[in-house]
């Protein structure tokens, strides 16, 4: 059976933290499965006001008691993994075992790395990425972790309490298609969600042809039949015409979850989309 979520950025209209909230608790109330927020720390000037992810999380988690909480998806090399360790287990405990984490290597390198004196490099990012799940999941397990790596460093560490979900909190890696280096990563974890991109890495339209290729590629290379979500995501709630269409190509090639991306064309008032996030997922 798919799921339903709406996939919110953090800025402009929506950044305000109590529309984050408000926002939350309505797509709870409408019947949704899962409430993602983007992570990014700038967009430039246009992007607006911009909230933090993690504390409206937080209080997303306290406000709602069904629904899944996410970032969709987090830069883990702009964030240490023995802190992400502590508030990903943190806000996994506060939601009663409801967060899902999604990871990536962050984009775009200028505005949300090089600004800040972080790596702009893709290589650099993916190998932090790498190493620092290999930190975050060993530092979930409760075990002492003793690790000397490229990027991190965790001498005789042991983090408590342990997640409430197991085996580990859901991790969901982001790519961006037909990049293949993410979605190998993907094959590693519990689930994908990407995204297409021309040569220039200008967003190109995501079909299920193209989405049933990603899938295929990523199961080819998966170690074991443990459950595997796989995400695609669009706009329907304007076209209720269109979507059973849409919804049902999407879950034929491997569809797991419909994620749908709130807020474009920016601009629109707040009351635009919380009716339409009101009226529940489109079937």
């Not at 290597?105 to 790498?130: K, M, S, T, Y």
């Not at 979507?243 to 797991?256: D, I, Q, R, S, W």
């Amino acid at each position: 059976m798919t799921r339903f979520s709406v996939s919110i950025p953090p800025f402009g209209t929506f950044g305000d933290p109590h529309v984050m909230v408000d926002l939350a608790v309505t797509a709870e109330r409408a019947g949704w499965h899962g409430f993602f927020i983007w992570d990014h720390i700038q967009l430039g000037p246009w992007a607006g006001p911009v909230v933090d992810p993690w504390i409206t999380l937080a209080a997303a988690a306290a406000a709602t008691e069904r629904i899944r909480i996410g970032p969709m998806v987090t830069p883990l090399p702009r964030r240490r993994p023995s802190k992400l360790a502590r508030e990903t287990v943190t806000l996994d405990h506060l939601s009663g075992g409801r967060l899902v984490l999604g990871v990536g290597i962050g984009w775009p390198p200028a505005e949300d790395f090089g600004a800040f004196g972080d790596a702009e490099d893709n290589a650099v990012r993916a190998a932090q990425l790498d190493e620092g799940l290999e930190v975050l999941t060993s530092l979930w397990s409760g075990a002492t972790l003793e690790h000397r790596g490229e990027h991190y460093t965790a001498v005789n560490a042991r983090f408590l309490p342990t997640p409430i979900q197991e085996p580990r909190i859901p991790i969901w890696v982001g790519g961006m298609w037909p990049h293949r280096g993410a979605f190998r990563r993907a094959a590693r974890w519990d689930g994908v969600v990407p995204i297409a991109v021309d040569e220039g890495y200008e967003m190109a339209d995501l079909d299920p042809a193209t989405f049933a290729e990603i899938v295929a590629y990523v199961r080819e290379r998966r170690e074991d039949d443990l459950p595997f979500d796989a995400v695609a995501s669009g706009m329907l709630l304007d076209d209720p015409v269109r979507a059973p269409e849409v919804l049902g190509a999407f879950e034929e090639a491997g569809m797991t979850w419909w994620m749908e991306n709130i807020g474009w064309p920016p601009g629109l008032p707040v009351d635009h989309w919380r009716d339409l996030i009101g009226a529940g997922p489109p079937r």
